[in-house]
């Protein structure tokens, strides 16, 4: 009872626009990091579904085991309450590492998640059915359950998932912990102001004594997302120094590869022509930009002390990247220009270029910034800040939490030093970034699985029982 | 065989020689390692790892010895529990068979408390004495409700606080929870007034005051770099001020000490920049050098001389500041304490002392002491020791010339002949005379 810490062996599902991450509450790193991105085939027919097999299947995942080892094609009967009836009778659900991840012949790209929340019940308990029995082997009527929900949550995403995990999986309790409260407590930090800087949003909010602070809560869809939109423009037009469109081609549909002698020359790899005709566009749309997420990862850095020109990006430093279709180049000022967006969208946010549809939902109000008004992540930081209590600021802005993936790229915590530094000229100011990538990147979780292990929340867990008394005010009692 | 033949089998070059020319064969003797044969030394050559070696070095390598624990391993057990006040929820966890299995349970069990207290109060006491117009009743029960489930935390409270869409400041929610607290402790019978005191002391809240804090505290957020280099460089003057007046302080003390012989009881400064240091700035450098003209005779002053006159007041001339003197003597003029009059008889130049004594004791007044030393007493002493004293001065001053006409006299009639020390002498005499 050192940390006060008793063990009932909780699970953790954080769901975010990108990746969904579960796991054993008290462990450190979430067992299971899959894609929240899911791929779906309507009506199914026997025959069509005897013939795509042979298609797929033969294509291998490289990061998971295999297709067909995990079971990631969760059938619609397998879970009933949920999927029985409705409209989409027949879809079958591709979720997990192999579900969008394989190649299958028309196979559409969709995600549960919308502005931030689950708003697709149905893929989302598939999801949550695959994790907790084919990755994660367990009896779901053994475990509680702590979910993660951003702090703008609404009362019907939250229903969906008290009803999945209730009446789908039988789950004898759950908690909903809010994402910002999560991130605060894996920094060690009762009171904090967290940014979240994640796929489909960048978000600030206060937290103080373990409490989410409405009114101070930011958001807008700046992030990885729009990002990679971004680029992609730019990668599949020409440029002064590329006469030809980059073809981003995923691995999936490239038979052999060509590799270029010299660095940007034109590629040719044999292609797979027999896939071509059965990919669909979103199922596409979604390959391209997972090509362009791990050029981001590598190549793309935020200059930390002063912002992007033209003149002086000629001086700065270049790095080699190859893509899976062979081709590479050098990559020198694209590799700042585009991450410039998030301290500088007026300039660097490119409007003409069509966003990705999920970011358009995001409109403006008190809280959040639509896409037509964008304000730097610093300004978000700030407003956070302005919008709460005069004597609860100098310790928000003294214990600056960021997590969320895109934070990891290089530079951007001394570059919102920098800013925050010049916008407040009066006030000290401490960012907290952890050192280790892991508790940035899974910092929600880790918060949860910290919350959940501790002896003194058993109280705070909303039973079954109490559930099938009360309904979801309990819920809303208990997880304020 | 060699490891040069195995390779001259197998076609390939030579180690470390090109070309296929046979290399000339070094008959160095290579010492073989112990524990492993000839021929298979031979095989392998020198520059691989001999397993032999490497087990021999293993054979040396000391591991830690085995922990010997005394105890035997501690069994846990997956036991089934349902927390304090959780009927219905059963969890495991694991819990060590030694362990009392309801001890843990129960541990926790004793976390499960709220924080502080929320001052409770019946409907007739609201009815009495809690009634606002500006609250209803409902509305201050949702409060309370509020308060109690977030254990007082206002800054929670507010953000969350939403009454038929209707959204309360910190002030005004705290205003409202404060003054309820002190009408209930002013209204219920105490049991020891000192308590009761005490508690209205922490349930006093200002709420224009707080509101204004905050508003000044707000302002803070919004300064430029400017002026933050500007009040930066403020403070460093201040600083910079202060240190110097701590020299003055120190300088003037020393010289009080070694001319006056006694401390002067200059305000301590400490105390003077304390309650100043915000206000310090070019204001006060400004009003400082106001100060040091002596200010006109003002009404009130006028006032109190009269009041002085009829009381026997009489005050000091403040010293006229000098050109020479320090400004902050000006500020804070030579302070001397309370003292006795009598104590401060005017005392005779030591070297004239005994004769001024003498010419007094002829006049018949004594020097040692005054019957009355009133002011007007000791100015007209003060008055006769100086007319004693320039008598003697005078009478000194004469003699001289006196004694010098004499030898002069002297040396014109021929007796002496005149030297060159009294010449010099008669011409000092002469000069001091003069310059009289
Ligand atoms: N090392 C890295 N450098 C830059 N970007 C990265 C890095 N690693 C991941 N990303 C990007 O971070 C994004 C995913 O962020 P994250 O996993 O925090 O989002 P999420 O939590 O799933 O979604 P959200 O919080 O918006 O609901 C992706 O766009 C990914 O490309
Ligand atoms: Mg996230």
């Not at chain 2, 490497?54 to 000391?62: E, G, M, P, R």
Request: aromatic share 8%; with cysteine.
């Amino acid at each position: 009872m050192v940390y006060n810490g008793d063990e009932v062996s909780a699970l953790v599902v954080d769901f975010g626009s990108h990746t969904t991450r579960a796991g054993y509450a008290g462990e450190d790193c979430p067992r299971v990091v899959c894609p929240s991105f899911y791929g779906y085939i309507d009506d199914p027919t026997p025959a069509a579904g005897s013939g795509s097999s042979a298609l797929e299947g033969e294509d291998v995942n490289m990061d998971g085991d295999g297709p067909g080892a995990n079971g990631a094609a969760a059938g619609v009967g397998s879970n009933g309450a949920l999927n029985g009836g409705g409209k989409r009778k027949g879809r079958k659900y591709y979720v997990g590492d192999d579900g969008v991840g394989v190649w299958r012949a028309g196979m559409e790209v969709d995600n549960f998640m919308l502005d931030g929340v689950v708003h697709d019940a149905e893929p989302a308990a598939n999801l949550l059915h695959h994790i907790l029995h084919d990755r994660l082997s367990v009896d779901p009527t053994e475990h509680p359950l702590m979910l993660t929900e951003p702090a703008w949550n609404t009362a019907k995403s939250r229903e969906i998932l008290a009803e999945m995990v209730f009446e789908g999986e039988k789950m004898p309790a759950m908690y909903f912990g809010s994402a910002g409260v999560l991130s605060a407590f894996a920094a060690g930090k009762p009171t904090a102001l967290v940014l979240d800087v994640g796929y489909n949003h960048s978000s600030a909010v206060p937290v103080v004594d373990g409490y989410a602070l409405r009114a101070g809560t930011m958001r807008q869809p700046l992030g990885g997302s729009l990002l990679t939109s971004q680029l992609h423009h730019h990668f599949t037009n020409p440029t002064p120094t590329r006469s030809f469109p980059l073809s981003l081609l995923p691995r999936q549909l490239i038979a052999k590869r060509d590799p270029t002698p010299e660095p940007s020359l034109q590629p040719r790899p044999i292609l797979r022509d027999d896939r071509a005709p059965h990919t669909t566009a979103s199922w596409n749309l979604w390959a391209q930009n997972s090509v362009i997420e791990p050029w981001k990862e590598a190549c793309a850095e935020v200059i930390s002390t002063r912002g992007f020109d033209f003149q002086t990006a000629k001086d700065l430093p270049q790095s080699l990247y190859e893509f899976p279709d062979g081709y590479h180049q050098y990559f020198g000022e694209e590799r700042f220009r585009f991450t410039e967006m998030l301290f500088d969208p007026k300039t660097y946010f490119n409007q003409s270029i069509e966003p990705p549809a999920p970011l358009r939902v995001t409109s403006t109000t008190e809280h959040s910034h639509s896409l037509k008004d964008l304000v730097p992540l610093h300004q978000l930081v700030h407003d956070s800040i302005m919008a709460c209590d005069v004597d609860i600021r100098a310790s928000l802005l003294q214990n600056i939490v960021v997590v969320g993936n895109t934070s990891l790229t290089r530079g951007l915590t001394e570059r919102l030093d920098v800013e925050l530094a010049l916008l407040m000229p009066s006030q000290k100011i401490k960012i907290h970034s952890p050192t280790i990538p892991f508790e940035k990147k899974y910092a929600p979780w880790l918060g949860g699985s910290v919350l959940a292990s501790l002896g003194t929340f058993h109280q705070l867990w909303v039973t079954k029982d109490e559930y099938e008394e009360h309904g979801m005010s309990i819920v809303h009692q208990r997880c304020k | 065989m060699s490891s040069s033949d195995v390779r001259a089998i197998l076609n390939l070059p030579q180690a470390g020689q090109a070309g296929p020319s046979q290399p000339p064969r070094r008959s160095v003797p290579v010492k073989k390692p112990e524990g492993i044969s000839r021929e298979l030394y031979a095989l392998i050559g020198d520059n691989a790892p001999s397993l032999a070696e490497a087990q021999a070095s293993l054979a040396a390598f000391k591991y830690r010895e085995r922990p010997k624990l005394k105890s035997k391993a501690v069994k846990w057990e997956w036991m089934r529990f349902t927390p304090v006040g959780k009927d219905g929820l059963g969890l495991g966890h694991w819990v060590r068979s030694d362990e009392e299995p309801d001890a843990r349970v129960e541990y926790f069990g004793k976390f499960n408390l709220h924080g502080p207290s929320v001052m409770q109060y019946s409907q007739f006491e609201y009815d009495q004495h809690l009634v606002d117009p500006t609250w209803t009743s409902q509305e201050t029960a949702y409060l309370f409700g509020l308060l109690r489930e977030y254990d007082l935390r206002f800054v929670v409270v507010a953000d969350r606080y939403e009454y038929a869409g209707k959204k309360r400041s910190i002030e005004e929610i705290k205003d409202r929870y404060y003054t309820i607290c002190r009408r209930l402790v002013r209204t219920r019978t105490a049991s020891d007034p000192q308590t009761q005191q005490q508690l209205l002391q922490a349930y006093a809240f200002d709420k224009a005051r707080e509101t204004k804090r905050k508003q000044y505290a707000s302002e803070l957020f919004h300064l430029t770099a400017a002026e933050i280099a500007e009040e930066e460089a403020l403070y460093v003057e201040i600083k910079r001020m202060e240190q110097n007046e701590r020299r003055y302080r120190a300088d003037r003390d020393d010289l009080m000490r070694t001319v006056v012989g006694l401390d002067s009881g200059l305000i301590g400064l400490e105390q003077a920049n304390g309650e100043g240091v915000v206000g310090l700035d070019k204001n006060k450098k400004r009003k400082r050098e106001e100060e040091v003209p002596t200010p006109a005779p003002t009404k009130k002053q006028k006032e109190s001389a009269a009041y002085d006159l009829a009381h026997c007041i009489y005050r000091l001339p403040t010293a006229p500041s000098s050109a020479t003197s320090s400004h902050l003597a000006t500020r804070h003029p030579l302070h001397v304490g309370v003292h006795l009059r009598s104590t401060k008889l005017p005392q005779p130049k030591p070297n004239a002392a005994i004769r001024i004594t003498d010419l007094l004791g002829e006049m018949g007044v004594s020097t040692q002491k005054l019957v009355m030393p009133t002011r007007v007493n000791l100015e007209v002493f003060e008055r006769v020791l100086q007319a004693a004293g320039g008598l003697v001065d005078m009478k000194r001053q004469v003699d001289r010339v006196e004694q010098e006409v004499r030898t002069l006299r002297a040396q014109r009639e021929g007796y002496v002949p005149p030297t060159r020390q009294s010449r010099s002498m008669s011409v000092v005499s002469e000069a001091s005379t003069r310059r009289k």
